[in-house]
């Protein structure tokens, strides 16, 4: 058996020459040193660093020496792509900082500039609210109802066992609507199953009660909300135009329980956990019993009740803030819209999203509500 080659000179593997690898290491490393941007980069890797670049094929024909020789030529082409992935670690670096210093003054954005668009729209508060609280009764499988804002008097007001002679139905509360005819015939002959009479700026959402329970079969349950009309002056508390929102329901065995629950989860679902409602007699026509409804108040929880030094805005220190009307369906009212009252039941509510959105956002002045000044409805953003 022969004896190893151990005068076999590596030398003579061309590419594993001293001299070779490094000038391999020297074009590479010169190549990475002229690239200028990472594009150009990356190919000198390819062609440097990459599985085909000369000192991988120089790597590979290490396994050609003997193992004596191996470990000193090893070492040179070891040494020779260190420095090779070291500069180009470097440029790689040094190319991303100037393209991120770049990038900077190029996508600077001069805040000091004055301002050149038109800003941009926003719901109006009333809307998002109005929706806010739609979205409440619709997850619980509330339909949304709507009814024309130019109503029947049967609809507004008879339907509703509203009696001819309700100081509602004056003109001191009422918008009528001129029929234009000049022959003194109303507009509101024959809408509405026995009607005769005028027509009128709605002025409550209850008509759509009426409408809801006439259009469906019973179980009705429906959310109404909607503008209204009445013949106040516009001040502080008080507008002619304003927006209501209507609940009703009408099914078999419901009870003032059912009623005291939706509002209970109502305010929950609108001013949070743990605050208390209660319900004081009153009177509506088309409700009986009938109650107002209230809450307490979210601010101060009935502290400032009896308490000078510290006052609550929200409540004017009363404990409570009142909500809005509600009561069981008057069943003279399911009658006239062909509900047998002897079965169903049902329970209504409403209230005033005005009122709602001055003491849930701390608005002072109901007018700041309807002059369309976007500094008023600007911090309202597209939320609520
Ligand atoms: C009604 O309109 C009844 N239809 C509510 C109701 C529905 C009771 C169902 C029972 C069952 P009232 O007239 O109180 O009730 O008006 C309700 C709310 O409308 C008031 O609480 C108030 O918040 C609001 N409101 C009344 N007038 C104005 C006004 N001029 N400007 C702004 N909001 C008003």
Not at 236 to 250: G, S
């Amino acid at each position: 058996m022969s004896a190893p080659n151990k005068s076999y000179d590596p030398v003579e593997v061309e590419a594993l020459k001293p001299e070779e690898i490094e000038r391999m290491r020297d074009e590479a490393v010169a190549a990475i040193a002229a690239a200028p941007d990472l594009k150009t980069l990356r190919e000198v890797k390819a062609a440097h660093v990459g599985d085909r670049s000369p000192l991988a094929l120089a790597n590979r024909e290490l396994s050609a020496l003997p193992p004596h020789a191996r470990a000193d030529a090893g070492k040179r082409v070891g040494q020779a792509r260190g420095a090779v992935n070291k500069a180009l670690a470097a440029r790689q670096e040094e190319l991303e900082a100037e393209r991120d210093a770049r990038v900077l003054v190029e996508e600077a954005v001069d805040v000091t500039l004055p301002y050149d668009r038109i800003p941009l729209g926003a719901r109006h508060p009333l809307t998002t609210l109005a929706d806010r609280i739609t979205d409440v009764f619709v997850a619980m499988g509330y339909e949304v109802a709507e009814g024309p804002e130019v109503e029947a008097e049967w609809y507004n007001f008879d339907a509703l066992n509203i009696a001819k002679d309700h100081p509602a139905r004056t003109m001191q509360d009422t918008f009528f609507v001129d029929s234009g005819r000049g022959d003194g015939t109303r507009l509101g002959d024959g809408l509405g199953p026995d009607a005769s009479g005028d027509v009128v700026l709605r002025t409550h959402t209850s008509p759509v009660q009426i409408r809801s329970m006439l259009d469906r079969e019973p179980p009705v349950y429906v959310i109404c909300p909607g503008r209204v009309y009445r013949t106040d002056e516009l001040d502080a508390t008080h507008t002619p135009v304003f927006h209501q929102i209507e609940l009703l329901a009408v099914d078999e065995g419901l009870t003032m329980a059912d009623l005291k629950g939706t509002l209970d989860h109502m305010v929950l679902s609108l001013f949070g956990e743990g605050l208390k409602t209660r319900l004081r007699p009153n009177y509506f026509p088309f409700t009986e019993p009938s109650a107002e409804m209230d809450m307490e108040c979210y601010v101060c929880h009935g502290a400032s009740v009896g308490d000078p030094d510290n006052p609550c805005r929200t409540c004017s220190s009363e404990g409570w803030i009142e909500l809005g009307g509600c009561g069981m369906v008057n069943p003279r009212v399911l009658a006239a819209c062909g509900i047998d009252a002897d079965r169903y039941s049902g329970f209504a509510f409403g209230f005033g999203i005005e009122r709602l959105l001055m003491f849930r956002h701390n608005v002072e002045d109901m007018r700041d509500m309807v002059e369309g000044d976007v500094r008023f409805t600007r911090p309202f953003g597209m939320e609520i």
